[in-house]
């Protein structure tokens, strides 16, 4: 994982707040990733005084905190304002919500205004794949998390939307996903402890070409980051989408497939130190496929 210059911070978060209204009626993928995320924390024999949910969108792995540990502090941090308002409720429930909810942090990912040492855990379901220093990212999970805290993320790998690569005509660069094991040497570079990761492929279809391309728009997901990207699509250029999605077609219906990246890491409770005093950090070994 390397700082990714050519992703333009402004205009993802520019993406999210326009789509912010609809997102959760197309964020299907999102909540079933959370969903499976969350179940990993069953696992996991701790009570969080304090979480975060790092790149909380509307809030839903917040949310599912908050029901896991009731006495738990949780905190919703997002870069986009327009996605954390989304996701309260309507003015006839704010009281009874106010008084159980998660608390809202408008702020980048990549400096979160939290004390060091100050949460237990760390969770970020699909979030840290749209940070163009996910390094630095990293170091700041790292610098929020007490010793022994957990961080807990999901993210998508670079087989995402092959389909979508492969039958596009002209396709400028892809949007950069980082492989599982990348994912995992990062982890280790930044300090933390036994990283464990995982690896699996969902695949949604569609009616046609245009449900699909819908809702990424609607969830976000077609924010383009490459200045080659910029600029209106004409239908001759749909018409040459639909023509190469002809390959991947299931029963009259088109396929997406979504390699999903799932991982968790600790903050080592206390470093060893070597005699020039570079700290010398444990970790299982991983089984590459």
Same mark, same amino acid.
């Given at each position: 994982?390397?700082?990714?210059?050519?992703?333009?911070?402004?205009?993802?978060?520019?993406?999210?707040?326009?789509?912010?209204?609809?997102?959760?009626?197309?964020?299907?993928?999102?909540?079933?990733?959370?969903?499976?995320?969350?179940?990993?924390?069953?696992?996991?024999?701790?009570?969080?005084?304090?979480?975060?949910?790092?790149?909380?969108?509307?809030?839903?792995?917040?949310?599912?905190?908050?029901?896991?540990?009731?006495?738990?502090?949780?905190?919703?941090?997002?870069?986009?304002?327009?996605?954390?308002?989304?996701?309260?409720?309507?003015?006839?429930?704010?009281?009874?919500?106010?008084?159980?909810?998660?608390?809202?942090?408008?702020?980048?990912?990549?400096?979160?205004?939290?004390?060091?040492?100050?949460?237990?855990?760390?969770?970020?379901?699909?979030?840290? +794949? /749209?940070? *163009? !220093?996910? &390094?630095?990212?990293?170091?700041?999970?790292? =610098?929020?998390? @007490?010793?022994?805290?957990? %961080?807990?993320?999901?993210?998508?790998?670079?087989?995402?939307?092959?389909?979508?690569?492969?039958?596009?005509?002209?396709?400028?660069?892809?949007?950069?996903?980082?492989?599982?094991?990348?994912?995992?040497?990062?982890?280790?570079?930044?300090?933390?402890?036994?990283?464990?990761?995982?690896?699996?492929?969902?695949?949604?279809?569609?009616?046609?070409?245009?449900?699909?391309?819908?809702?990424?728009?609607?969830?976000?997901?077609?924010?383009?980051?490459?200045?080659?990207?910029?600029?209106?699509?004409?239908? +001759? /250029?749909? *018409? !040459?989408? &639909?023509?190469?999605?002809?390959?991947?077609? =299931?029963?009259? @219906?088109?396929?997406?497939? %979504?390699?999903?990246?799932?991982?968790?890491?600790?903050?080592?409770?206390?470093?060893?130190?070597?005699?020039?005093?570079?700290?010398?950090?444990?970790?299982?070994?991983?089984?590459?496929?």
């Amino acid at each position: 994982m390397t700082e990714l210059a050519f992703i333009d911070p402004r205009r993802v978060r520019a993406r999210f707040e326009r789509c912010a209204p609809g997102y959760d009626a197309a964020a299907a993928l999102a909540r079933e990733v959370a969903s499976r995320m969350i179940e990993r924390l069953d696992l996991v024999r701790m009570q969080p005084a304090r979480a975060l949910d790092l790149g909380s969108g509307t809030g839903g792995v917040a949310r599912a905190l908050l029901q896991r540990y009731p006495q738990a502090q949780v905190i919703a941090l997002d870069f986009s304002l327009s996605m954390l308002r989304a996701g309260r409720p309507g003015r006839p429930s704010w009281a009874a919500w106010r008084a159980r909810a998660p608390q809202l942090l408008c702020a980048a990912m990549e400096r979160v205004p939290l004390a060091d040492s100050s949460c237990d855990m760390v969770c970020s379901n699909l979030a840290i +794949e /749209w940070s *163009a !220093a996910p &390094e630095q990212l990293l170091r700041e999970v790292r =610098r929020v998390l @007490r010793r022994g805290g957990l %961080f807990m993320f999901s993210t998508l790998g670079p087989d995402t939307l092959r389909e979508l690569r492969a039958a596009t005509p002209r396709a400028g660069p892809a949007h950069p996903l980082a492989d599982m094991h990348d994912v995992g040497d990062a982890l280790v570079r930044e300090g933390f402890a036994d990283p464990v990761m995982e690896v699996e492929r969902l695949t949604l279809t569609y009616p046609d070409v245009h449900a699909l391309l819908r809702e990424l728009r609607a969830s976000g997901c077609a924010a383009r980051t490459a200045p080659q990207a910029r600029g209106l699509r004409g239908r +001759e /250029w749909l *018409a !040459a989408i &639909e023509r190469g999605y002809a390959a991947f077609a =299931r029963d009259s @219906r088109v396929s997406a497939s %979504f390699e999903v990246v799932y991982g968790h890491a600790w903050k080592p409770e206390a470093p060893r130190v070597t005699d020039d005093g570079r700290a010398v950090v444990r970790f299982s070994p991983r089984l590459r496929p």
